[in-house]
């Protein structure tokens, strides 16, 4: 099943490594104000799945002690967009799929992480907690999903609600992404 997620996703995740300001935190060229949007939008996308999903919030804290690190007050945090149009999430196969993007995305944000040296300075985790994501236990957050989703067998059926749920996810991620130079500041 991991495979087959990959190669059906492989098209919009190579898309958003070239995104402009995810490219730009990798390169370690992004600057202060449009390092707060994409943590903003990135707050909006993960408080509005973990809603959807009606899971304990996880990423959107380590967004929000972000947000709050780059002088965002709680007033200015509750007045950002949330991303609404996720797939139904209440069947475990739906989540399994939707789950794909949230929790694969935390490998890429280690990487990252390593870009914001220059803006936050070296190994200073305000401001980054979010792509540090579970430290040195990423790896094992990572393959704790993978044991997760090859654990059950999967009927033919369930199998297309993972892989349906995981590309309408990354498809929501990427065009909620793409507002992320909006100014809501």
């Known amino acids: 099943m991991h495979q087959t997620l990959r190669a059906a996703t492989h098209d919009i995740h190579e898309r958003l490594h070239r995104h402009p300001a995810l490219a730009a935190v990798q390169d370690g060229t992004i600057d202060y104000v449009a390092y707060r949007r ?13 809603r959807a999903a009606r899971i304990k919030p996880g990423r959107s804290v380590w967004l929000e002690m972000d947000l709050a ?5 709680p007033e200015q945090l509750a007045a950002q967009p949330l991303c609404r149009g996720f797939p139904a999430l209440a069947l475990p196969e739906a989540l399994l799929g939707a789950l794909y993007v949230v929790e694969g995305s935390a490998l890429g ?10 803006l936050l300075g070296v190994g200073v985790l305000d401001g980054r907690r979010f792509f540090t994501g579970h430290k040195s236990e990423t790896g094992s957050a990572w393959r704790a ?10 009927s ?9 749920t995981a590309t309408a996810t990354f498809s929501l991620f990427e065009s909620w992404l793409g507002g992320w130079n909006e100014t809501n500041d």
């Open 156 to 164: 033919a059926e369930q199998q297309a609600t993972i892989m349906a």
């Open 145 to 154: 999903y993978l044991r997760r989703l090859s654990a059950t067998p999967h």
């Open 69 to 73: 690190a780059l002088e965002i007050n």
């Open 38 to 50: 994409l943590l903003a939008r990135l707050y909006g996308f993960h408080i509005g799945f973990e």
């Open 109 to 118: 944000g280690v990487t990252l992480a390593r870009g914001l040296d220059g």
